[in-house]
Every structure is written in C-alpha cells, then in structure tokens.
C-alpha cells in the first residue's frame, strides 16, 4: 500500500508570496492532519480534517489554512508568508479521526522563505 | 494542556551498548502514546502506540513500554543503522479530533 505522499517536497518563496501544498492520504484513511516542524519549536499540529470538515485547529495564525478534498486528499496555505514560516510541513493521516489513531507521516515539504 | 518532555536531547552510544530513552507525559486523559523514528530530511515513521499503563511493544531492537506518567524506549545492542532521532508524542481528551503533542526528540547516535 502506497505511503502519505506529499507535493512538492521543496519550495522556494519570498516574503509576502502565498503558498499551496498538498497531501495524499494512504488510501482509505480518511482523517489527515497537518504539523509545522521546526529546529526551534519541534513538531506543532496545525489542523485536521476529516470527511472534509476541519476538525481541531492548533495555535497559528489566520494566514495558515486548508481544505480536505471528497477524495480525503487535503491542501494547506499559507498567505502572505513571513521569513518564520521556513520549516518542514508535515502531512499525516489516519484510518479514522481519534487522539488514539495511530497517525502515519508523509516525506514532508521543505519551505524555505528568503 | 498536555507536555510532553524527552529526555536525553542526544545520545551516543557504541555499537552493542544497550540503553533508554524517556518521555515523560502529563495529559488529561491519555488517549494513545506514539513513538516515532525521524531520518534527516525526511517524515517521523511510526514504531509504537501504547494504551495503556504496563503495555510494551517490540519491534526488532526496540521495546516500548508505558507507566501512568512516562514511557521508555529501550534499545538493545544498537547498531549504526539505529541513529536517528526519536520522537514521543500522546494523543488525549484534551483535544478533539487527532492533535498529537510531541516532544523535542531524542537525537541518537550509534558509533561502530
């Protein structure tokens, strides 16, 4: 069974640009979560979607957004980007949505804002 | 708010030599405790999910296990292969939906 599989895995943007990534689930799972990673901050859950509604939202501002699709893949922006937006995304999806589903990690997108 | 704290940050170890890793969690309501192994570069791949307190879990080299307050990750006889960093995280009744907390990571090193 094919991984979480994530596009693309790098970019490159400037300041005040805006940003799409985008995510595919392991087929059949139906919950995806996004997580912001950084040297100084670690791992921080952005949001969850399931069956296309955004389930739990983590403390970022307005400018990060997203979607999930009736295919369960799922897309994030982010506007107006800032130089701290530099970090690893993480896309993840579970089987079903629950804090004790077992979560399961794509390669990520490497964001590098200049 | 759920924490999670692991510790060491980094680790080295020789080759063979057997050892520990610790989290330490503090949730309202542990829902599941999740162990990941994270390569430079590239997305955590999951190990472990632990329920409850006295579960273990064992996976080659690794064993898991899961008190009411912390989780260990032991290694037996690590080989170069096993460097990476480790990371801890726990779901809970605290948050809707599947927000995981994790902690900073277990940065280890094995030396042939």
């Known amino acids: 069974k094919a991984g979480v599989t994530q596009t693309p895995r790098y970019l490159i943007k400037t300041r005040g640009q805006q940003v799409t990534l985008s995510c595919s689930p392991i087929?059949?799972?139906?919950?995806v979560s996004w997580y912001q990673q950084t040297p100084g901050q670690g791992l921080q859950f952005l949001f969850e979607?399931?069956?296309?509604?955004?389930?739990n939202k983590g403390n970022f501002p307005g400018r990060f957004s997203g979607r999930q699709f009736s295919n369960s893949r799922s897309e994030m922006n982010v506007s107006t980007l800032e130089l701290g937006d530099s970090a690893l995304y993480l896309c993840?999806?579970?089987?079903?949505?629950?804090?004790?589903?077992?979560?399961?990690f794509g390669p990520g997108t490497r964001l590098l804002v200049l | 708010e759920d924490q999670v704290t692991q510790s060491p940050e980094a680790l080295r170890l020789q080759e063979g030599e057997s050892s520990s890793l610790n989290c330490s969690y503090t949730?309202?309501?542990?829902?599941?405790l999740f162990w990941y192994r994270q390569d430079p570069g590239k997305g955590p791949e999951f190990l472990f999910t632990?329920?409850?307190a006295g579960e273990e879990k064992e996976k080659e080299r690794l064993k898991a296990t899961l008190t009411k307050k912390e989780s260990f990750l032991h290694i037996t006889a690590p080989k170069p292969e096993d460097s990476a960093t480790y990371l801890c995280?726990?779901?809970?009744?605290?948050?809707?939906?599947?927000?995981?907390?994790f902690g900073g990571g277990t940065r280890l090193m094995v030396k042939p």
């Open positions: 993840a999806s579970s089987l079903y949505a629950g804090s004790g589903e077992t979560q399961y």
């Open positions: 087929s059949g799972h139906r919950s």
């Open positions: 979607y399931f069956s296309e509604t955004q389930r």
């Open positions: 949730v309202s309501g542990l829902r599941g």
């Open positions: 632990l329920y409850s």
């Open positions: 995280a726990v779901g809970s009744n605290n948050n809707a939906g599947n927000m995981l907390t």
